[in-house]
């Protein structure tokens, strides 16, 4: 296996040490430095704000570079997090090894480090986002033996100037191709970037949402990664949200991944897909049918859904994008392939014959996935997602229904295979319930629900406090009827939070 992680892997770390960026040490790193004519190490951090720090060192000696690798850093806990007070603020950052990468954007040959916080006892800083993950992931897989294996879809608008030229047609862009997808290009090179700083991509593509107005052009994609363990997923999504902002700000225009631009136009989710695996080996099947496993794991996220979107919909916009017929869900329920949902199974490879040999006449395939593939999606959080402390819930809600003494029934009683925004399933849907329409709401959840996350001191109670005051500041309650035909106040609402996170 070690080896089919270093072969094509486009790597530059990996490709020269010969090993798996989970494998990289710290002598590791000063030696491709010191080899490659590396001259700054950048530290990266995502802190309360959602967006990725700097700190900058320039190299000025091999012992110098050992020292900040083996010991971090001291920044400002209180610029970084509104909970920490200016008289004790001191935080060390130290670094993920593992995230190393070449930065391709930066004149002076720059590694970039993704970099942890701790506390003046050395001790990992309780509520840093980082932290929560991995706390997350530490106590599910203790308790239940399984890995928590999860993949981002990041949907993003490219704004730009007005080109008449091959029109965009109005929500119609699923799967365009150049020239009618003016940004293909931009989407390539964020792909191979992403993957040269050890992104695992699985594919990209432009998505349904594309409008014009007379001055401007708003072109949707997606870039869509393969499950790895949950932490190394939020590393990744952070590390991809930068190279498509610095990419378009190259090219001269805009990315998005507010979700929502406009009203009546596609909104740009974050959806999660999520498996977990035993010894191995996906569990999330049978081989044939969706695994009791996976039954209480989607029970589980139900029934904690509505405080999910605390952590998945932070923002006033994210409930003008959880309205009906935008395929994004409003009822709490699961489904087969069905977009109308809030869990939905995808198609897992299972039951299949054999395909391949069907479109390839004469060729014999040993490739058998048998479920392999297989995973769940949640389809409400958005790109104002705290994407640690989103991934985290999920993990806590995957515990919490494995825990469940009626995680099955649960599933039976919520499991749908209709489409429940057609007005003729009008009676089944109403007999769901709803998602948070607010901020306002979305805190109400969380308070309801907020013993199960700060179970094990996964979420710190502080912590859980700070969300819920921050997100009924926004005082959102009923927004979307008092925006209701209010197009000029609605485009101000957009664009105060077009770069939220």
Known sequence: ???????????????????????????????????????????????????????????????????????????????????????????????????AFVNPFSDIPSLEIMASFYTREGAPLASSPDNILRKAARHFTDKTGCRFKALGELEYYVNSQHDPRYPLIDQKGYHQ??????????????????????????YGHSEVGSFSTETEDFEQHEIEFLPVDVEDAADQMHIARWILRMLSYRHGVEVSFAPKITVGKAGSGMHIHMLLEKNGKN???????????????????????????????????????????????????WGD????????????????????????????????????????????????????SL?????????????????????????????????????KAEKLEHLPASCWESAMNLEKKRAVFEKDGVFPPALIDHVVEKLRSYQDENLSERLYGKEEEIHRLVLKYIHYH
């Not at 570079?65 to 970084?80: F, K, M, P």
């Not at 479109?359 to 994407?387: C, H, W, Y």
């Not at 003494?405 to 429940?420: C, G």
């Open 283 to 333: 569990v999330m099947t049978d081989g044939v049918r969706l695994s009791d496993t996976a039954r209480k794991m989607i029970a589980g996220i139900l029934d904690l859904a509505g405080a999910l979107t605390a952590f998945g919909n932070t923002i006033p916009t994210s409930y003008l994008r959880l309205v009906p017929h935008q395929e994004a869900p409003t009822s709490i329920c």
């Open 177 to 202: 191709s150049k020239p009618f997808a003016k940004f293909e290009d931009l989407r390539l090179e964020a792909l191979r970037l992403t993957a040269m700083a050890g992104g695992q991509i699985k």
């Open 391 to 427: 991934l985290a819930g999920l993990v806590v809600a995957t515990r919490h229904g494995l825990e469940m003494d009626n995680a099955l029934e649960l599933a039976r009683r919520l499991y749908v295979d209709v489409n429940i925004f057609d007005e003729k399933h009008k009676s």
């Open 337 to 388: 392939r069905n977009r109308s949902v809030l869990v939905r199974v995808p198609l897992g490879w299972t039951g299949t014959a054999n395909m391949a040999e069907d479109a390839n006449p004469g060729m014999k395939n040993d490739k058998n996935l048998a479920g392999d593939k297989q995973t769940v999606e949640f389809r409400a959080s958005d790109g104002s997602a705290d994407i640690y």
């Open 1 to 99: 296996m070690r080896e089919e992680e270093i072969l094509m892997n486009p790597n530059p770390l990996v490709a020269y040490l010969k090993k798996p960026a989970s494998e990289f040490t710290r002598h590791d790193l000063v030696q491709f430095a010191e080899e490659n004519g590396i001259e700054m190490v950048n530290f990266r951090y995502v802190a309360e704000d959602g967006k990725l720090k700097t700190l900058n060192f320039m190299i000025n000696s091999r012992a110098y570079l050992d020292t900040i690798l083996a010991a971090g850093e001291r920044v400002d806990g209180s610029s970084l997090f509104s909970f920490i007070e200016p008289g004790a603020s001191d935080l060390y950052v130290v670094p993920r090894y593992r995230t």
